[in-house]
């Protein structure tokens, strides 16, 4: 069950709190940025090295526009030299928005009486997950509030049952999961039904202020919910995504403590997350919040450059909640993940009357509406490789950005090739015939011009793919 608090007690000296607030705001203001010193750092961050805390603050206090614009061009060159152009794809599906907790930025929060509530039966998961595969997704995140409904038993057989959902080619390879907190045993059960990345967001890493966001539910425990995803690795799940709800405090600290949290991960588990989110709040049913410290947008793209240069081999990941313009400016600086076709409503794939936003259907507004298809082509058309790929996972090859960081090679022979298969099979049973033309374009030019070192073996698995195999990897 998931509403026992005291089950959390802690037992072991490794799932100790870690966030002290005082630290964290020393580096802030203990740390000078001068153009020496950014240099400095943006080479040792180039050289593959991630930064430690005190050269993480001496790019949040840089201010300089010229180098504010070192740092994301040095954001740049460490995405293109190590991670070239592949962008994961994927797409949320929201399972149930009931909730009993009360956080003060969603929709979704239990005093907020106009949200229409919803959980996804067997049936309209089917329909949900078939509209998907239609479209040509093969990776979603599942998403559910916080409601005694939603205990891990339930979690659990709904990945089975999206699992189990084939539409013609289409099938779902990878399930990852945001939902709340659980015990270790709740964790375990999960696990077993085959998720990829189970991802808790701190939403803000500073207690006062989560307290005031957090007035009631089981979320208001601060350190119940830091040290979740330590009882997550206890389950075995080494897979985890930490994240930090930017616009609800500074967002110098909040980006500070993001790499605390890495930092504990490293040093307990031996292992970072795998992947880190930064959403910054958007428009909710009914919300009446302070903006304070909204994020502008100057501010937002040069942390998440700090972000790339601070952890080079964490997957970094932006959703649909920011505008296009945003997003693509982003993508340059390292940004690894995108979700595309995304509609956050109830049963919105695959209802006529979720075309429009709707805020009581859905946690909150999107910015960017583009269909899957619209995406992939402006991916395509601006150099990128739109990518399905879920092979590091289903090999059991986990911690697969670290892998393709720090393993020579990695990227070329595995990354990039599965990247262009999967690609290829969207071209194939998805894809408008002028698109699947630029696609195959874009791929070939890349075979001939890359050096691949299993260029014939790609090659041949795509002259399969054309002719009907499907699911083929490295
Ligand atoms: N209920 C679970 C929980 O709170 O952990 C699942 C996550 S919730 C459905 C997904 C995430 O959406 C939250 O962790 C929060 O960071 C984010 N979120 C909530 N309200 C938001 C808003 N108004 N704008 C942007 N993101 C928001
Ligand atoms: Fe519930 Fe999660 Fe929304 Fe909080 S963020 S109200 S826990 S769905």
């Known amino acids: 069950m998931i509403y026992q608090p005291q089950q959390y007690r802690i037992k072991d000296e490794r799932m100790k709190p870690f966030i002290d607030p005082e630290e964290i705001w020393d580096f802030i203001r203990d740390t000078k940025s001068t153009k020496e010193r950014v240099r400095e750092i943006i080479a040792k961050s180039l050289d593959k090295n991630r930064l430690n805390l005190e050269e993480t603050a001496v790019l949040i206090n840089t201010t300089d526009p010229e180098l504010v614009d070192e740092i994301k061009e040095g954001a740049r060159e460490l995405k293109s030299r190590i991670y070239g152009e592949r962008i994961v794809l994927f797409a949320p599906l929201y399972i149930g928005n009931y909730c009993t907790n009360n956080c003060q930025y969603c929709g979704f929060r239990t005093e907020n009486k106009k949200q229409h509530r919803v959980t996804l039966n067997k049936k309209q998961i089917h329909q949900e997950v078939k509209s998907l595969e239609d479209v040509g997704h093969k990776r979603l995140i599942l998403v559910y509030g916080e409601h005694p409904k939603y205990t891990p038993e339930f979690i659990a057989e709904s990945v089975r049952d999206v699992y189990k959902v084939k539409s013609k080619n289409g099938e779902i390879r990878r399930v990852n999961i945001n939902a709340a907190p659980l015990s270790i045993e709740g964790f375990k059960v999960v696990k077993d039904s085959g998720i990829g990345t189970y991802q808790i967001f701190q939403e803000t890493y500073h207690p006062e202020t989560y307290a005031k966001v957090h007035p009631s539910g089981a979320k208001r425990n601060f350190d119940n919910r830091l040290i979740s995803l330590d009882r997550a690795q206890e389950a075995l799940i080494d897979d985890v995504g930490i994240g930090a709800l930017f616009g609800l405090y500074d967002w110098r600290y909040e980006t500070l403590a993001l790499l605390r949290h890495v930092n504990h991960f490293e040093a307990t588990y031996n292992i970072g997350p795998h992947t880190i989110s930064f959403p910054r709040i958007q428009n909710a049913s009914d919300l009446n919040l302070d903006n304070s410290y909204a994020v502008s947008d100057d501010d937002f793209t040069k942390l998440v450059a700090i972000l790339r240069l601070a952890v080079p081999y964490t997957g970094l990941i932006l959703t649909a909640r920011e505008p296009i313009h945003i997003r693509n ?140 195999v499907r699911d083929l990897y490295f």
């Open 329 to 468: 400016e982003v993508m340059r600086y390292g940004v690894s993940q995108i979700d595309g076709g995304t509609n956050i409503q109830m049963k919105g794939y695959s209802s006529k009357d979720a075309e429009e936003q709707n805020l009581d259907t859905e946690q909150f507004e999107i910015c960017d509406t583009r269909t899957l298809g619209e995406i992939i082509t402006e991916l395509i058309g601006t150099g990128y490789i739109p990518s399905f790929c879920t092979a590091c996972y289903r090999l059991g090859r986990t911690g697969e950005h670290f892998m393709e960081f720090s393993v020579p090679g990695f990227i070329k022979r595995f990354c990039d090739p599965n990247a262009i298969l999967t690609l290829a099979e969207y071209l194939e049973d998805y894809a408008t015939d002028e698109v699947k033309e630029k696609g195959y374009k874009a791929i070939f030019k890349r075979l001939d011009n890359e050096g691949y070192k299993n260029e014939k073996a790609i090659r041949e698995r795509l002259t399969k793919i054309q002719n009907g």
